[in-house]
């Protein structure tokens, strides 16, 4: 990765965050939630995917249609977290498959 690269994604990020700043304070609150989530639990593709850029646009269409932020998802955050990323490989599967691996090698 060079520093072009860096700069570019830095760009991307930026012009992302405005357009998070943009949705209607219901959306960003809940936006926040959900990218925290998303960041401990840590779906493996995150930072190459779109899915945060997907998530935005759906809130913006959400609020544009005159929606509220829990027609959309819910009340559960978590779970509408969950549904999104239940597919995804997550850093969380990947450490306790190598916790897996290690004690069934310390038993031979």
Do not use: N
């Amino acid at each position: 990765m060079g520093i072009k690269d860096i700069i570019d994604g830095k760009k991307q990020w930026r012009a992302h965050l405005a357009r998070v700043k943009a949705l209607p304070p219901d959306y960003r609150i809940v936006y926040k939630e959900i990218q925290r989530y998303l960041f401990k639990v840590g779906p493996v593709d995150l930072t190459e995917g779109t899915l945060l850029a997907d998530l935005v646009d759906f809130f913006a269409q959400g609020a544009a249609d005159g929606k509220g932020v829990r027609e959309l998802i819910g009340t559960d955050v978590a779970a509408f977290c969950d549904e999104l990323i239940k597919d995804s490989r997550t850093y969380a599967e990947i450490y306790r498959e190598s916790i897996g691996r290690a004690s069934g090698t310390a038993e031979r």
